[in-house]
């Protein structure tokens, strides 16, 4: 029996489109800097059995008397099933108090219980803490500069018309390459 033939090295792939470097994505830039920010709290949150996004829509609670589920979905930017699933998650947990609304009972208004406070107040000021380090470490003018242009990029996008690349823009090839069943986070209007 003889030996197997070797197998040649991949060769680093072409694109036939030039596109940006990779590390100068800004998706991607603003990813990893989510990420370096959230593993600064995650610790926090883990020590009180929270998710990120289950402090996210308490947070989101705190601020408000009440709001109805389709207005928090978009103030914690979450999807409508992903919200549902944390509600449930926190109604279980008495976290969070769930009312019909009296006007429409197909809606649901949510508010922070007082467990949900309490838990605030004990987060709270890991959550402070973690925010000054993160200030001390970037320095304070440069965070404020941060916080204004992340604003000002996201007032700005959100002002452009939404884009829609749909119909039969796609040659048979690719549409054979992609696959008819859509994938990704579905684009809502703002």
Do not use: C
């Not at 197997?4 to 792939?13: D, L, N």
């Not at 998706?27 to 920010?37: C, F, H």
Request: hydrophobic share 40%; proline share 8%; aromatic share 4%.
């Amino acid at each position: 029996m003889s030996p197997p033939e070797p197998v040649p090295a991949p060769q680093r792939p072409t694109v036939n489109v030039k596109l940006r470097s990779f590390s100068r994505s800004l998706p991607m830039s603003l990813l990893l800097a989510r990420e370096a920010v959230m593993n600064r709290f995650r610790s926090s949150l883990h020590l009180f059995n929270i998710t990120e996004q289950q402090w996210r829509v308490l947070r989101a609670l705190s601020s408000v008397p009440e709001i109805e589920v389709t207005e928090l979905a978009k103030a914690t930017s979450l999807l409508a099933p992903s919200l549902s699933r944390i509600l449930r998650d926190l109604e279980a947990r008495r976290l969070v108090v769930r009312r019909r609304a009296p006007d429409d009972h197909r809606r649901a208004l949510m508010s922070i219980s007082p467990s949900g406070l309490t838990l605030i107040d004990a987060v709270a000021p890991y959550s402070e803490e973690i925010y000054a380090e993160v200030t001390d470490t970037f320095g304070a003018d440069k965070m404020a500069t941060l916080q204004a242009l992340l604003k000002e990029l996201t007032e700005a996008l959100n002002a452009l018309p939404p884009k829609a690349y749909s119909g039969g823009e796609l040659t048979s090839d690719l549409s054979e390459i992609v696959g008819a069943v859509q994938r990704g986070r579905p684009r809502g209007p703002r």
